[in-house]
């Protein structure tokens, strides 16, 4: 893509105003959070006072509103620390402006590493930087600075006191995660029907066990429709597909494949109906024909072999599901038996520290995106210092917020920001103007700008910059700075922030474009270790931790496929040309990947019981799929053609089941070896065409 076309795309998605949800009571819950904490400030001490106050609570109720699963006080509570700390050394290191440079220049390293702790981490880190740069503008003494902190930290003890004292629907973002989890297998079921390759999108998964992971206080009192569910899910989903295979499960047309397409769509009315149930609290309301059509019907099942045992499996797994979902009868059992347990705060840091260690890398986006802040950051703030313009902080506050890990991001934020602070600063600017209102007018202005950006905050970061600057303009206005200052001179500050932001990732850039094939390399060993895993299940049947195993390899293999995902989404982006890996190339190994994928998640869905007797050559295909995908991530890293060595894979094996996941992974690791190779562009063009000789497309079930 083109820098032409690429700073188009960053326009048009920074200018995008998304119709979402809102949570008026949450945006309610917010700003009451921040007037709670403004009037008495205002009415017992100063306005300047009452700003800082102002500072801390509005940063701590963004806090909560970012994506996390984590308990939403304990956000506000780390938030309203973490600024009441920055905010006392920017204090004290105010009065010197190379110390202040330099403790800034530190700091923003310190916020830009966190970002190795997730997104979440990142944004809260991010809120520091900017609160010490305005907040520092306010004159006080050390006695006064003590103070300011401490009555930012209580902005942050008084949102989660809030939080705690009106739970605004309780467990439901856990309840909307595990609820979109069954409406994904309930539209995969209805796509089966017509398509029996039809793909699956495992990210509702993935999202669902990220929620699942809790606290040990929390897995106490967890519903009890959330206490084993998902798991039900999980095991579903590999039965449909089995079910749907026109070589293993019902044949591609007859009276077999009418009776799975019966069962197909009667599974996705019940997961349909066990999802509405999760999401409401409430029982589940199945229709009448289901008990109907699940049982056998008369005269035997036209299904034969393993599409019959795959009916039989999915119909006990659909009659579990509603068992779970209307809360588990063995109510007696700890709640915390089967949870994923969040680490407490103690064990928390050295994981925490392991993370920040594994990215201390040089090409490590989040250490390059971490000294692209802690250079740009100080600078604009030198820049704003030098520049005959009021508020220079503006500049390096701009830069802060915009400068994000990956291109599109952060020119698409560049953009908005521009527009929203025009946006906010002309209405903000033109109240104060004409109005001039008075301390307690501003205040009861600022606070309804941030409800108001509490509650428009998903729908695109233009409108919440608009209402930010609003904000902010009036918080100075109840301080007592005036509105002398032009508009101008704010424009061109906000501006030149964005520029060096824009200018920073341009000249010391993070392509995902460049790393394609290490993320390609990392999803095919995940890939392999996931098939070799099921394959060896039956080599070695009676092995307890075998499902242990699988599952484990199963998470990975999601893991690595989300992280290609994410990264071809932003080299699409980036205006950089391809380096040994096309978009062409990319889609091809795509599919191969996930028809290799597909190959295990059948044989997941026929896993043979302990009791059965093992499969001896199903050990040498466990090892062929091993050495065939360690050879070939080697050479996808190398750079240079790979050919996999098939022969073990395609020896005959009586267990249905196998042959068919053999003969599948095997044409998936054919097909990336042509994917990848360089020289066989017209090849590779040639077997894309593959979906239309009828022999399969590959999708990424697992």
Request: glycine content about 8%; hydrophobic content about 50%.
């Amino acid at each position: 893509m083109t820098w032409q076309r690429s700073l188009r795309e960053a326009v048009r998605s920074g200018l995008a105003v998304e119709r979402t949800r809102l949570e008026p009571l949450a945006a309610l819950r917010g700003a009451a959070g921040v007037a709670v904490v403004v009037a008495p400030a205002l009415w017992l001490t100063t306005p300047a006072f009452a700003a800082s106050s102002a500072f801390g609570a509005f940063a701590a109720g963004m806090a909560t509103f970012q994506r996390s699963w984590r308990p939403r006080p304990v956000l506000a509570l780390a938030a309203g620390g973490g600024l009441a700390f920055s905010t006392f050394l920017g204090y004290l290191a105010a009065g010197h402006t190379a110390a202040f440079v330099a403790l800034l220049a530190v700091w923003s390293l310190g916020a830009g590493m966190a970002w190795a702790l997730g997104p979440t981490s990142g944004v809260v880190a991010s809120l520091t930087v900017t609160v010490m740069l305005v907040v520092v503008t306010l004159p006080t003494s050390l006695p006064g600075a003590l103070g300011h902190a401490g009555v930012i930290a209580f902005g942050g003890l008084v949102q989660a006191a809030l939080i705690v004292a009106f739970p605004i629907r309780r467990w439901g973002a856990q309840r909307d995660a595990l609820a979109e989890a069954f409406a994904a297998v309930a539209d995969y079921a209805r796509r089966l029907r017509h398509d029996p390759m039809a793909p699956f999108d495992p990210e509702p998964m993935m999202t669902a066990r990220s929620a699942a992971t809790l606290s040990p206080r929390q897995a106490r009192r967890r519903p009890a429709q959330l206490r084993g569910v998902r798991a039900v899910a999980e095991r579903i989903r590999p039965v449909l597909a089995s079910l749907a295979d026109p070589a293993l499960g019902a044949a591609a047309d007859g009276p077999e494949r009418e009776r799975a397409r019966q069962l197909l769509a009667v599974a996705a009315e019940v997961l349909d109906a066990v999802a509405h149930a999760i999401r409401t609290g409430r029982p589940v309301r199945l229709p009448g024909q289901v008990a109907a059509v699940l049982e056998e019907p008369e005269g035997g099942s036209p299904l034969r072999g393993p599409a019959r045992r795959a009916a039989g499996r999915l119909a006990a797994l659909l009659e579990e599901a509603v068992e779970e979902a209307n809360g588990p009868s063995a109510a007696d059992q700890a709640a915390v038996q089967g949870a994923l347990l969040r680490p407490t705060v103690p064990k928390l840091m050295p994981l925490a520290l392991r993370a920040v260690r594994r990215e201390l890398r040089w090409d490590s986006p989040v250490l390059r995106h971490a000294v692209r802040l802690a250079v740009v950051t100080p600078l604009g703030y030198v820049l704003g210092w030098v520049l005959p313009l009021g508020h220079g902080y503006w500049a390096p506050v701009t830069s802060t917020v915009v400068l994000r890990p990956d291109f599109s991001q952060t020119y698409a934020r560049g953009v908005a920001r521009f527009a929203g602070t025009l946006a906010g600063l002309l209405v903000a600017g033109a109240v104060m103007r004409f109005a001039a209102p008075g301390p307690l007018v501003c205040a009861g202005l600022a606070v309804f700008c941030v409800g108001l950006m509490n509650l428009l905050l998903r729908t695109g970061y233009a409108v919440a910059s608009a209402c930010l600057t609003a904000y902010v303009v009036f918080l100075l206005g109840m301080a007592g700075v005036g509105w002398h200052e032009a508009v101008t001179d704010r424009v061109l500050l906000t501006l030149l922030g964005g520029a060096l932001a824009m200018a920073a990732y341009a000249v010391f850039p993070t392509w995902e474009t460049t790393r394609l094939r290490e993320r390609l390399a990392d999803w095919l060993e995940a890939t392999g270790r996931y098939a070799a895993e099921v394959v060896a299940c039956y080599a070695h049947p009676a092995d307890r931790r075998r499902h242990r195993r699988v599952r484990e390899a199963l998470l990975e293999f999601r893991s690595a496929r989300l992280a290609w995902d994410q990264a071809v989404g932003r080299a699409r982006a980036e205006p950089v040309r391809h380096r040994g890996l096309s978009p062409r190339a990319s889609e091809l190994a795509k599919d191969a990947l996930t028809l290799m994928a597909r190959g295990g998640m059948l044989l997941e869905a026929h896993l043979p019981p302990r009791d059965a007797p093992p499969i001896p050559e199903a050990e040498g295909f466990a090892q062929a799929v091993r050495a065939a995908t360690a050879s070939g991530s080697a050479a996808i890293r190398q750079r240079s053609p790979f050919q996999p060595s098939l022969s073990t894979l395609r020896q005959r094996t009586a267990d249905p089941a196998l042959a068919r996941a053999t003969e599948l992974i095997a044409e998936a690791l054919e097909d990336l070896a042509n994917a990848v190779r360089p020289s066989t562009t017209a090849v590779r063009e040639e077997r894309g065409s593959g979906a239309a000789r009828g022999k399969r497309r590959p999708t990424p079930e697992a």
